[in-house]
């Protein structure tokens, strides 16, 4: 016997028992993007490698340890993307779609990432990303701020996540903070781990979110960002939380919110969670205005924010009971008999064409009808459409309830549309 091949670790099956709410989710993440306007934006899963390391940095974790990279044919480095900011600023500036323009766009799909996988966190994960071009003012990053706001109510976890909020300010602010935190920090070498310390000389600001509880302590005491800030970020900072006020968003300012790379600026944001243990960023979000500069094109601003969806529905099983799944199947047509077998896939095509809301599932596997019933039951449909041989001499069919909710009818096979529509009216 064949060796079995399982799935690669930390690369998992969405079984069918999975999938409907992760299509439940995805649904809300949809009908919410396009209620505000945004647009849709497709980039390839791989990409040149160079990409990665001149966005995200060879310095940091993802790009030095975390990233598939391989060398195709041709022997040029290739990536499959651990992020969607910089293949989308990629494809904005080679389609020309950055400079001068306003652009507010949002994709969906895979990301890789070799790490230890862990629940909610795995090698292959599923990532929605909005990117915003061309608007510098704080009224955007309050939009998305309450665009991500609107869709916890729809999901209903609202009451579940926190926001967090913060501003770095520009380079040279932070520049100087830096300064001063790396003089306290060095005060405090003795309580760093390896990790920290080369943090210290590459990263200072990464230290911030260390997990490292001695160091959290020690860090109550560190100066803050927030008192380093430029008047230009300041009043930015100060525009966003009014506005966030005035529509009744509350959050928290968290001085230790931060990011590593240079191209960032101003406005940085989380949503968390304390319901799924130590995963507890559920998304993450921010301005990024020197990154378009950075990738080879025109300056032009930008913000935007990513969430992990097997994150997302996590948290959704977790604290929301009042979940209503579509049924996979609400009609399941059964017919047994000589010349029932036509009949029954006129019908069953004839419900696709005028009730496509419905779902229906035609009897393929043939047996007797409590075989049938049995299969019908298992769907979870609502009726059973039943053609046996008087059925199709006389052009009716069976109708069953299958939950119970109305007596078996006889209706002729003309009349059957309109008699579903009023059933699942009702």
Excluded at 304 to 329: D, S, W, Y
Aim: net charge negative; glycine share 8%; charged share 25%.
């Amino acid at each position: 016997m064949a060796k079995t091949i399982q799935a690669i670790r930390g690369m998992n099956d969405c079984l069918p028992t999975e999938t409907p709410l992760w299509q439940w989710v995805e649904t809300k993440v949809r009908s919410v993007l396009a209620s505000y306007g945004y647009a849709e934006i497709r980039m390839p899963v791989v990409e040149s490698t160079p990409l990665f390391a001149r966005a995200i940095g060879e310095v940091t974790d993802v790009v030095s340890k975390e990233m598939f990279t391989f060398d195709d044919r041709d022997n040029e480095s290739l990536t499959l993307r651990p992020e969607g900011t910089a293949g989308c600023v990629r494809a904005g500036i080679e389609h020309g779609l950055l400079y001068n323009q306003e652009q507010r766009l949002w994709y969906m799909g895979p990301m890789f990432r070799y790490e230890r996988p862990q629940k909610g966190r795995y090698r292959q994960f599923h990532q929605v990303g909005v990117e915003i071009f061309g608007i510098p003012n704080p009224e955007i990053d309050a939009e998305l701020i309450m665009l991500t706001a609107r869709l916890w109510k729809d999901l209903g976890i609202f009451e579940h996540v926190t926001l967090q909020l913060n501003s770095i300010g520009s380079l040279e602010a932070r520049q100087n903070y830096r300064t001063a935190l790396v003089t306290f920090l060095e005060q405090h070498i003795d309580l760093m781990n390896d990790e920290e310390k080369e943090r210290l000389v590459k990263n200072p600001l990464r230290i911030l979110d260390t997990k490292n509880e001695a160091l959290q302590q020690v860090l109550n005491d560190a100066p803050k960002l927030l008192d380093y800030l430029d008047e230009e970020s300041r009043q930015h900072f100060a525009q966003l939380c009014g506005l966030l006020d005035a529509v009744g968003i509350r959050y928290e300012v968290n001085p230790k919110l931060v990011r590593g790379l240079d191209y960032y600026n101003k406005t940085v944001f989380e949503w968390v969670t304390s319901a799924l243990g130590a995963q507890g960023t559920v998304c993450g979000g921010g301005r990024y205005d020197g990154l378009v500069e950075q990738l080879g094109g025109h300056a032009a601003c930008g913000v935007g924010f990513a969430m992990g969806l097997e994150r997302l529905v996590l948290l959704v099983q977790e604290v929301n009971r009042q979940i209503v799944l579509p049924r996979a199947v609400d009609i399941y047509v059964v017919y047994a008999g000589e010349n029932t077998t036509l009949p029954a896939f006129r019908l069953a095509e004839k419900l696709r064409s005028e009730l496509p809301h419905l779902r229906t599932m035609t009897h393929c596997s043939g047996g007797n009808f409590k075989k049938q019933f049995k299969r019908a039951d298992k769907s979870g449909a609502k009726f059973a459409l039943v053609i046996g041989e008087s059925e199709a001499q006389n052009q009716q069919v069976v109708v069953k309830d299958l939950l119970g909710g109305s007596e078996q009818q006889i209706v002729a096979l003309n009349e059957v549309v309109a008699y579903l529509t009023q059933a699942f009216n009702a």
